[in-house]
């Protein structure tokens, strides 16, 4: 028995209440050596120039900084063309060369 079934049939609890619990306990730091270097990230990131950055941002900076072992694998161009395939943008991140342009 798995258990997300214990806890649906013993506990009455619904099963998008348990996604939630487990998406909870999946984000929680294992260790306080992974909390301090999560503070250590922020005080790299958020600096007295850009201390007015907003939460979700700053979280988003944090994540690609302490997980930059798998994101030092991602290609920034692959990124770039599916956001262009996504839609009309004000701002054009290509030209004819492939070169990301603000």
């Known amino acids: 028995m798995s258990l997300m079934y ?3 049939h013993s506990f009455k609890i619904s099963p998008h209440l348990i996604d ?3 998406r909870l306990v999946l984000t929680l730091p294992v260790s306080t050596a992974t909390t301090k270097r999560a503070f250590s990230a922020m005080k790299l990131i958020k600096t007295a120039l850009r201390n007015k950055i907003e939460d979700e941002l700053l979280a988003s900076c944090m994540v690609i900084y302490i997980e930059r072992e ?3 694998t ?3 161009n692959m990124i770039i063309d599916e956001f262009c395939d996504v839609g ?3 701002v054009s991140l ?5 070169a ?3």
């Open 6 to 8: 214990l806890m649906i």
């Open 20 to 22: 939630r619990l487990i």
């Open 70 to 72: 798998f994101s030092d």
């Open 74 to 76: 991602i290609d920034p």
């Open 88 to 90: 009309p943008h004000r």
């Open 94 to 98: 290509k030209q004819n060369s492939d």
């Open 100 to 102: 990301l342009v603000l």
